[in-house]
T-cell receptor, first 120, second 114 residues
Framework: GAGVSQSPRYKVAKRGQDVALRCDPI?????LFWYQQALGQGPEFLTY????????KSGLPSDRFFAERPEGSVSTLKIQRTQQEDSAVYLC??????????????????FGDGTRLSIL | AQSVAQPEDQVNVAEGNPLTVKCTYS??????LFWYVQYPNRGLQFLLK??????LVKGSYGFEAEFNKSQTSFHLKKPSALVSDSALYFC????????????FGKGTRLHILP
């Protein structure tokens, strides 16, 4: 398909386990974003890539969270030693290029359907 | 702090009636404002945006929004609601700087009653 693809759609893990969430952006999209959406809340920014470079990781809640995009396309969000408060929907979005300001505004982000992570 | 606020957690509207979902913003400078919709178990879908120009912005699925600078509002509207419009709606903004991130409101759940 032509949209952003995320896998798995649902993930259940025991507290303390490591998890890896995958995002396949739209082909040709330079920018890739990860968001965390807690129940009943709006998405909150985690991190941003421009091609393979992670330009902003200020939203990652702790050093247990790690994201990579080694070849500038597929991205993986890894959470180590999961805690119950990590339970949320993790959304990936991509856009042609740019972040913030007029560049972003002219090229809205395209979101995947998310991965619902439940930590028991 | 710069933010957007959606004062209503839920809005109920009868099918065929006009609908309004409220959003107010608190930002410095000129904001870029957006509306997104989220259906159950799905990601967000872009509806419309305001960058500059006409205060009335038309978007997807018959939705429109009015930018009101004096009231710092960007309410989402539709003249005649459909049951299929039932979903979660998010107002969002980003600033003019390259490093500005998109900030989402907490969302408003819209129920269209048949």
């Amino acid at each position: 398909g032509a949209g952003v693809s995320q896998s798995p759609r649902y993930k259940v893990a025991k507290r303390g386990q490591d998890v890896a969430l995958r995002c396949d952006p739209i082909s040709g999209h330079v920018s890739l974003f990860w968001y965390q959406q807690a129940l009943g809340q709006g998405p909150e920014f985690l991190t941003y890539f421009q091609n393979e470079a992670q330009l902003d990781k200020s939203g990652l809640p702790s050093d247990r969270f790690f994201a990579e995009r080694p070849e500038g396309s597929v991205s993986t969000l890894k959470i180590q030693r999961t805690q119950q408060e990590d339970s949320a929907v993790y959304l990936c979005a991509s856009s042609l290029q740019g972040t913030g300001g007029l560049l972003w505004a002219n090229q809205p982000q395209h979101f995947g359907d998310g991965t619902r992570l439940s930590i028991l | 702090a710069q933010s957007v606020a959606q004062p209503e957690d839920q809005v109920n509207v009868a099918e065929g009636n006009p609908l309004t979902v409220k959003c107010t913003y608190s930002v410095s400078g000129n904001p870029y404002l957006f509306w997104y919709v989220q259906y159950p178990n799905r990601g967000l879908q872009f509806l419309l945006k305001y960058i500059t120009g006409d205060n009335l912005v038309k978007g997807s699925y018959g939705f429109e929004a009015e930018f009101n600078k004096s009231q710092t509002s960007f309410h989402l509207k539709k003249p005649s609601a459909l049951v299929s419009d039932s979903a979660l709606y998010f107002c969002a903004y980003t600033g003019v700087n390259r490093d500005d991130k998109i900030i989402f409101g907490k969302g408003t759940r819209l129920h269209i009653l048949p």
